[in-house]
């Protein structure tokens, strides 16, 4: 019995994971790496690799920063690196 509920549990599981994998190709939901190196998702308000997200309620606002975008690439150019992607995370709380 126990077998049957895991085995279930696991299939559920991976249909959520796909679901939030294509929501998340498609701009539905933003994906962000957590510190441990899971994937987040969070719905997003605006098509956007940046966020501000409410600590209390996990509302996040995506926010344009070409500013640091440009700023990131430099950075990683000066070092050497390419094909670069940044994603910045502001946690606050929201007024709601
Ligand atoms: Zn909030």
Redesign the pocket.
Known sequence: MERAILHTLRERLTTLCDQLKALSEDGEVASVRGESGEVLYRACELDSCHHLV??????AVGVDLPDIEDCARSLARSHGFSDVCQVVEISG????
């Open positions: 409410c600590g209390s309620c996990g509302r709380s929201c007024a709601s």
